[in-house]
């Protein structure tokens, strides 16, 4: 376990809180006074720290298949660490085995492959997870976590799982033709053309190939493309595993993920969030399947949610999508729930510096946590006896922060409250994630 100054803060924060713990004051709102009296006090954000206190959310959470955890923006330390405390809950207290993050599935095999087997770089795996939001200390202390346990339980060991599809590498082209060669040879001769067609060059960065077929590559380049990465898949099909195979479904995963890859490059920008959160789904579909495992999705808020569409609308324009929490209810039902992460102010990383977060404006939903006094909370949205004003609070339009970076002049908005999170876990005062390495 490594110690770095974030974590001697929270550890601090931790013990300050066990010696005076706080307590919630009612507003004299009715939502808010509901609030102040429902929310249950978390003692810490310190990720190793016992999770008695976590014990308010087991009873949302008996049966679930998958649980979401949609955090309002990435790069804040209390945030990933008091999710990095519900992970641990589920994994070591209701059986969860599968971590499936907002990350590109290629790269989520090689993390896989060392958090199962210690095979690889961690440091290096890192510097190649998606843009900046995933590169930092805490984020790898979830992970060095994850790779303690399953040394310390190899007959039980948690998997990682990339839901995304838009930086599929080279080497997953190279498993395929191998599976292909082994399994069905009389369709390797054009399986192996096919591929070799279509891989990116290891050589490079993935960015730079996905940038040249999105920009520079022309439609009759990229139809060409479309056509050799579908004749793939269907090449694939045609070997028809048998129930259970999980060689075959692997396979047939990662055939479908190099179609993906194009496909999603081949589209208009307005059409790719959407495109991009169907495939997510797909790909935690098809691993709940393969693996049977109890999972846990970590993403940021807007893809965990269930509303039928979300919105998120800055200054340069609005971006719409289906996400992907609503394919999962659609297919799981009451079988996925969603625990979301909230904040009122603190300070925010950008490229240029550290920004000021205010607290939320009226009309975002953390208003309603504002006059709370815990520094951390839970409040469980599914709780039976709601007076009338929470109910209509719950069912009206939602409105949360939007980009971080872009203050009170985003926001995020589509479907409701109760659609987003069956839990709230609100932390008062955010800072940023310490950078790695």
């Known amino acids: 376990m490594m110690i770095t100054r974030r974590r001697l803060l929270i550890v601090a924060g931790g013990l300050a809180a066990a010696a005076a713990p706080a307590t919630a004051r009612a507003d004299s709102g009715s939502i808010e006074a509901w609030i102040a ?14 999770l008695a206190d976590l014990r308010v959310l087991k009873s949302n959470i008996d049966g679930v298949r998958i649980v979401g955890l949609g955090e309002p923006a990435h ?38 492959d060392y958090l199962r087997t210690g095979e690889g770089d961690l440091d290096a795996l890192v510097q190649e997870m998606s843009y900046g939001a995933w590169r930092n200390r805490e984020v790898v202390e979830v992970l060095t976590w994850l790779r303690g346990y399953n040394i310390t339980h190899p007959h039980n060991r948690v998997h990682f799982v990339g839901a995304e599809h838009y930086g599929t590498r080279a080497f ?29 060059d290891p050589a490079k960065p993935i960015g730079q190939h996905a940038w040249w077929f ?77 693996s049977g495992t109890r999972t ?23 971006t719409a999508y289906v996400p992907v929490g609503s394919h999962l209810a659609r297919w799981y039902g009451d079988r996925y729930r969603v625990i979301g992460f909230a904040f009122d102010h603190g300070t925010y990383p950008t490229n240029d510096g550290t920004i000021t977060l205010p607290a939320p404006l009226p009309e ?22 709601a007076p009338g004003p929470v109910r209509d609070w719950l069912s ?22 109760a659609e987003w999170y069956d839990v709230v876990i609100h932390r008062h005062v955010v800072t940023p994630v310490d950078p790695y390495p």
Do not use: C
């Open 37 to 50: 009296a429902n929310a249950a006090g978390l003692d810490t954000v310190d990720p190793q720290a016992p």
């Open 75 to 112: 790069n804040l330390a209390e945030i990933t660490t008091l999710k990095h405390r519900v992970l641990r809950m589920l994994v070591q207290q209701l059986g969860f085995r599968t971590v499936v993050w907002e990350d590109d599935w290629s790269l989520g095999l090689l993390i896989d």
């Open 172 to 200: 997953v082209y190279d498993r395929l033709s191998r599976y292909i060669a082994e399994t069905a040879p009389e369709l390797h001769a054009e399986a192996a053309g096919l591929i070799q067609a279509l891989r990116p």
């Open 214 to 290: 999105f920009e520079e590559a022309g439609q009759d380049v990229q139809q060409a493309y479309l056509r050799r990465a579908a004749r793939l898949r269907a090449l694939v099909n045609r070997i028809h595993g048998s129930a259970g195979d999980r060689d075959y479904s692997l396979a047939y995963q990662t055939a479908r993920q190099i179609e993906a890859f194009y496909t999603h490059y081949s589209l208009d920008e307005t059409e790719i969030p959407s495109y991009r959160d169907a495939g997510s789904a797909q790909t935690i579909r098809w691993w709940l399947a393969h």
């Open 296 to 318: 846990a999705y970590w993403a940021a808020a807007p893809h965990t949610s269930r509303a039928a569409e979300v919105q998120l609308t800055a200054p340069a324009g609005t």
């Open 364 to 385: 975002w939903y953390e208003r309603r946590f504002h006059d709370l006094t815990y520094e951390q909370s839970a409040l469980d949205l599914r709780r039976r006896g």
């Open 396 to 417: 009206a339009p939602f409105r949360t922060r939007g980009y971080p970076e872009a203050g009170e002049a985003s926001s995020a908005t589509g479907g409701t409250l």
